[in-house]
DNA sequence: ATTTAACCGAGACGGTACGTCTAGTCTTGAT
DNA sequence: ATCAAGACTAGACGTACCGTCTCGGTTAAAT
């Protein structure tokens, strides 16, 4: 368990932040998520053990920070039009940042760590995972209202068909996520699986 | 990784083996599985750490050892002729599954280790995530020849929009597993999001 | 090593002066002087941590200035004309001294951090030890020329006898200093171990 | 504080306890006492920590035990008849213990560290003080039977007379042990201080 | 009266070692 | 040969202090 009493932000050392967070993101393209101790971070970025466990409670926490910004900036949400395509572009760049050799390897990491680490898990919603799926859900309200996508559709429960098998291949490794998976996903969410009825 | 060489598994003593995993099913009941060592394995059953180590490379081989049957017995698939009510019924059997207490933060475990442990990773998928889909590409399969489900869908893709939402529920913690979540989803997914054009 | 370059005693604060000795006195009879810590001082006193560096090299350095005023008025060395009555004072008031709580603790931490500390280990010297000798050597030089003494008798030796032991008790507690122990090792020292011919 | 609960000493590894013992021996020649660490004798013995911690509680008890068969060896306590010489040879042993480079500064250290460590204190007055206390007073006894020394004499302040001044001047640094002192300090045990009327 | 230089309280910083913990391997004696 | 037991090497953990280093705020002398 970290810290004793909250530090003072004001007197926060810059250097010191932005070579933790650098030295960090260097570690996990050499050695990888889970070799990466703290110890480590500390000895590359020239910075006290304590330093660290000051300002964050684990190491997930820390590569948390270092990540946010760039995959805020990887997942922007595009709006077309076009509800597939938007949705398509989106899941595209999911599988995009999950084949980066920085991002996917630790994305996993987080996921996992954030299993039994309620506090990152809370993190990890609250900045990377609920403003996806806000954002997504804020387009399908845009097509809804554009009389593409149906009114009476759980939004919740869209996301999970839209999204819910990108974490399903990504996490279970059930299949892999291929360059054609985005817009056949959508597709079939879109479609649904069921037969019609030949309209006469 | 663990192990000397291959021992002899004629010679292996079935006492040992049922002490480990009876002791590993009452630990994480106990004190969870992530507090659990192989020691306190070891230690609980009366055993010695080597016993444990030669027979299973890590702690969650144990515990998915001990798991298998149950989840198999849990997770058949029923053929009642309607497809939605088949998927819904195996989707809250999942659920439940997920909220007992020795399966559910466990499973948890168990994927977030299979993210650094391809060898774990590989006997989940087999032992309990393939056969699964399997089940349910089975029983689409029988939907399509009944003329119920599109011909023309790819069934890994169907399996996404089933069951990707209750993993991405369960892992990302972005929404609870509600009584009325299986029903939702298998109706939205047999349906679509898509609004239809009105028939003449 | 501490501080930077001598700093200016003119402007020496008294409030943050006497609110460390305070505080250090304070802590060595409520936590020991091993359990007190330079940051546990300037916290107790309310000051910070750089004020006691800029002034005094180390935890020693400040318990020897709170503690030498009361150690040297309760060390006064009599002269009565009875040698042997003198040095018995002397050794029961150092003994007494020894059973105090804030001296006698304090003062073996003290000689303890000077086997490894020479700055400490002349310190101590200069202002505990040398000044005791001198005034006993002093005594003595008396006493020979009273012709109580032998002239012959080298006056360092003199003080081993003398002082010697109930240094060895003290930090060896090899035998505790009793209430006769005094009286009885100034009797022999004066006296001598050796058997005497029976005069004729 | 070490040790969880007494570990076999039956089933201790001879090799990692002869490693640990030649590792404190040269690291203390190599760095001294002080800067030796318990992390550095693991390191250069090639041991982990936790043996350490398992057999010794602090690392003064594994320099004890380094040391005691030395040290033992070196202050035999000779018997020629002549009680002024066998303790001037006993003393001058000390002294040149006090002056070896691997005995001197740990010894100190020892006697440092025992002054806020009872269990370690009692150590060292078991293995080392006591017995060569008890070696002197046997000598003693046996030249008060050869009439040599006072039949009324204690012997233990007789040792405090013989021996403290050792470790006054080892221990305060009051004046060195130099090379003629033990001889003028036994001399003058023997013979006292007082002046004696002159015989008519 | 204002400037200016120091000390002051506070506490973040780079370090180092601590003693604990767990993993996975090795050793021993009993079955 | 397998077993229970547990000592072993290895090394990260999170903590505690060390002594140094800012950072504003407050004196007190020098202007």
Redesign the interface.
Known sequence: MPNDRSPDPARRSERAHTAILAATRELIMTMG??AMTIEAIASAAGVGKQTIYRWWPSKAAVVLDMWVPDVEQQLAFPDTGDVAADFTTQIRAMMELSQDPLFGPSL??L??????DQAL?QK??DRI??PR?EQGKER?RAAQQA?????D??L??????L???????F?????PVTAD?PK??VD?????????RT?R
């Open positions: 998520y889970d996993r990491a996921i996992a760590e954030a299993q039994h898990a990890l919603l995972f609920a799926a399908l009389r593409q996508v149906r009114g559709v759980d919740d429960v869209a996301m999970d068909l999204y819910g098998g990108f974490y399903r291949r996490l279970l490794r059930i299949a998976y056949a996903v079939a969410a879109l479609a649904g699986l069921m037969r019609r309209r």
